[in-house]
């Protein structure tokens, strides 16, 4: 494609650093500062409806506003747990720290007043998108933590590198569209014959008012909710790939264009169903490409290279928006 331009403005706060203790404590830094900053966005910030800081619960709650207010243990035992809900009130989102140090993240809606210090609220309807995951590693050193929030509050994402250079933990939260400005239609599905195109018959289940996507890292679940409380199905995703593209999946592709075609080696994310009555392209996330092999975390793809902007970031196989002025440090 050509050189894709965003579909959406950005505030971002990006290369926080923090120095490895221990992987709770890590971990609580990094929900401490999803809470911080999404909550505290300039536009269409995220709700918070509930929480637990492990001391007292309640709706709202006393909310996360420093790592001590996030305390891990087994469900039944006094520890963190938090609802947020969209600016636009059509999806909420659970972060439970109810396993010692992993973490489950639910998708759905959550009964307002339900829920202590000890036990998570009850579910209206919820679907797991990451069960139980400590993310962090043991690993010493720096880690840093980038947060990406959308102005109309409909794509979110918060990323975290290790001192390996490594991509740690990536949440990406995104209402999905039917189509991606820049590709045209059918899209293909690599090396997945189950999911050639998306029809009409296929992608009936598409609602552009209330379908949205989860992902986290190598964890991709979708949901289609509508109002909050009426969550139809999951999928999972696969990367999605445009008929014609000249590149396949596995190429050396860099951070420039193709001599040739001039084409991007960067693919839209999307999610498709996998199930019978649901196999094809559910959605696609606005503003999240899919690069090639031949970049690495922390690279940038720049619309003129000897004038760098930093319009896109790589992190693991994927780039997101990231016109902040700075190059990303893992």
Same mark, same amino acid.
């Given at each position: 494609m050509a050189f894709p331009s965003k579909a959406k403005?950005?505030? =971002?706060? +990006?290369n926080n650093a923090i120095?490895? #203790? #221990?992987? $709770?404590?890590?971990?609580? *830094? =990094?929900?401490?500062d999803i809470y911080n900053f999404f909550t505290g966005a300039s536009s269409n910030p995220w709700i918070l409806r509930g929480s637990s800081n492990g001391v007292t619960a309640g709706w709202p709650g006393p909310g996360w506003g420093s790592t001590g207010s996030v305390v891990w243990a087994n !469900? %039944? #035992? *006094?520890?963190? @747990? *938090?609802?947020?809900?969209?600016?636009? %009130?059509?999806?909420q989102i659970l972060f439970n720290c109810h396993n010692n140090n992993a973490l489950t993240l639910q998708l759905g809606e959550w009964t307002s007043g339900t829920g202590d210090a000890a036990n998570g609220p009850t579910a209206v309807a919820s679907l797991t998108a990451v069960s139980d995951d400590p993310h962090g590693t043991n690993q010493a050193g720096t880690y840093r933590f980038s947060? /990406?929030?959308?102005?109309?509050g409909e794509l979110d994402f918060a990323i975290m590198t290790d001192p390996g250079h490594s991509v740690r933990t990536v949440y990406c939260l995104s209402k999905l569209q039917s189509a991606i400005a820049g590709f045209t239609n059918p899209w293909t599905i690599y090396a997945y014959p189950w999911a050639t195109y998306y029809t009409a018959?296929?992608?009936h289940r598409y609602d552009p008012s209330y379908s949205y996507g989860m992902w986290e890292y190598n964890c991709w679940h979708g949901f289609q909710a509508g109002p909050l409380g009426s969550i139809s199905n999951v999928w999972r995703g696969r990367p999605v790939i445009e008929a014609g593209m000249g590149f396949a999946l596995g190429e050396n592709v860099t951070a420039i264009p193709n001599e040739i075609s001039g084409n991007w080696g960067m693919y839209p994310v999307a999610m498709c169903?996998?199930?019978?009555?649901?196999?094809? +392209? /559910?959605?696609?996330? $606005?503003?999240?490409y899919f690069v090639g092999p031949g970049m690495s975390t922390g690279d940038t793809v720049e619309a003129n290279a000897a004038s760098p902007t930093f319009d896109w970031a790589v992190f693991g196989e994927f780039a997101?928006? @990231? !016109?902040?002025? #700075?190059?990303? /440090?893992v």
């Open positions: 403005t950005y505030e =971002f706060s +990006v120095t490895y #203790t #221990t992987q $709770e404590t890590l971990m609580s *830094a =990094f929900l401490s !469900e %039944g #035992t *006094a520890h963190s @747990w *938090a609802v947020f809900e969209n600016a636009a %009130g059509t999806v947060f /990406i929030h959308a102005d109309d018959d296929n992608f169903g996998y199930t019978t009555g649901d196999y094809g +392209v /559910i959605g696609a996330f $606005e503003d999240f997101v928006p @990231w !016109e902040t002025g #700075t190059a990303p /440090i």
